[in-house]
Every structure is written in structure tokens, then in C-alpha cells.
């Protein structure tokens, strides 16, 4: 599979939005999930939470963006609650 050329501008500055400007954490979740792309199949010991208290900020947007990279049987959206849950 071979990348294709494209605009993706509104995809960085979705990112710059969610992320503040942190260029660092914005790195750090490209490099997430690059790896996943990348070495499909090999789990990763850690996950990314893209959390805020605002409601339609673009978080949908971007967890659009990782179903149709992964496809939809391999992907699962959960609410904070699910992912903080430590005891069951």
C-alpha cells in the first residue's frame, strides 16, 4: 500500500485545535498511531484518551478518522468511565 497525495490541511489544524497548539502531543498521537498502521496486529501497552468537558469540538471527527483507518471490526468507542474502570 502505497500513501496517497492529498490536502490535509483541516487535518492538522483539527489536530492543532484538540491538542492546543502542543505540538508535542500531537506528535506523540501521530506517532500512536502511525505505530498501529504500521505493525498491525502487535499491541500496543498503552492507549490514547482524547477527553474534553466541551461537547462538538472535533473529537468525533478524528475518532472517524481512526475507524476508517482500522475499519470498523477493529475499532470500539467507549465513554471515560469504560476506560477508567480498573476494577472489573
Not at 501521530?30 to 500496543?44: E, F, I, P, R, V
Not at 472535533?58 to 470498523?72: A, T
Amino acid at each position: 500500500m502505497f500513501p496517497l497525495e492529498g490536502d490535509i490541511t483541516l487535518w492538522n489544524e483539527l489536530l492543532l485545535y484538540i491538542f492546543n497548539n502542543n505540538k508535542k502531543h500531537i506528535d506523540q498521537f501521530l506517532d500512536w498511531l502511525a505505530y498501529q498502521l504500521q505493525h498491525m496486529g502487535t499491541k500496543l501497552r498503552y492507549a490514547i484518551i482524547v477527553y474534553s468537558k466541551e461537547y462538538q469540538i472535533g473529537k468525533g471527527s478524528i475518532w472517524r478518522v481512526i475507524e476508517k483507518l482500522f475499519g470498523i471490526h477493529n475499532t470500539k468507542e467507549i465513554d471515560i468511565e469504560q476506560a477508567l474502570d480498573h476494577a472489573k
